[in-house]
């Protein structure tokens, strides 16, 4: 199977500070790549939706200036979050669709962030 | 809008006995369904969709399209059957998934 690789797994930071997850596909090229969000015992989120090249669309309620996504190359995507804050702790993950084969996500192993 | 419902948040059978985790979905188009698990510790992975029509690990799902469901079954569970499962419904050829809010199936010995 394909593999995503996810870092960092946990990160700790200050309100105000900027965070950067850094999402690869390790054997495949990833032509869509999806961003959740996972709150505690709840479902995941679908955030944002980034294709390699260009703009990642933002599911409504999600703010892009807030989180920022750039896909760009086909195994790297990146999620920052700008000056974060408490309510912003959480479990990000992302996943990838390798070429045109519709539907099979192939999972990160998520991110935690602490927000202080 | 599109959405997937699991009604149950917690399903837990015995050993041996008959497993169904219901899922809907709520889409006006040509849905594409899937099934995915998380084990204990693991990272979600595919479990199985409705185009290939095939079982995996025993588990069978049948799209009814009358029903708009998409529940998942198998005839016998087994301990390590024992996983977070998540229904998704892909839709705009699958340049969305969004996920139900997840059944967490717990076999017992």
């Known amino acids: 199977g394909a593999v995503v690789s996810q870092h960092p797994s946990w990160v700790i930071c200050k309100s105000g500070t900027s965070v950067k997850i850094e999402c690869r596909s390790l054997d495949f090229q990833a032509t869509t790549m999806f961003w959740y969000r996972q709150f505690p015992k709840q479902s995941l989120m679908l955030m944002a939706t980034s294709n390699e090249g260009s703009k990642a669309t933002y599911e409504q309620g999600v703010e892009k200036d807030k989180f920022l996504i750039n896909h760009a190359s086909l195994t790297l995507s990146t999620l920052t979050v700008t000056s974060a804050h408490p309510e912003d702790s959480s479990f990000y993950i992302c996943s990838g669709i390798r070429g045109l084969e519709a539907g099979e996500l192939f999972f990160g192993e998520g991110s935690r962030l602490t927000v202080l | 809008a599109q959405r997937v419902t699991q009604p149950e948040k917690l399903l837990s059978v015995f050993k041996g006995a008959p497993v169904e985790l219901k899922c809907n979905y709520s889409y006006s188009g040509s849905p594409e369904l899937f099934w995915y698990v998380q084990y204990s510790r693991q990272r979600l992975q595919l479990l199985l969709r409705h185009i290939s029509r095939e079982s995996i690990k025993g588990f069978t799902a049948d799209l009814n399209k009358g029903e708009t469901s998409f529940h998942l079954k198998k005839p016998f569970a087994q301990e390590e059957d024992s996983a977070m499962y998540y229904c998704?419904?892909?839709?705009?050829?699958?340049?969305?998934?969004?996920f139900g809010s997840g059944t967490r199936l717990s076999i017992r010995p």
């Open positions: 998704a419904l892909g839709y705009s050829s699958a340049s969305k998934i969004i």
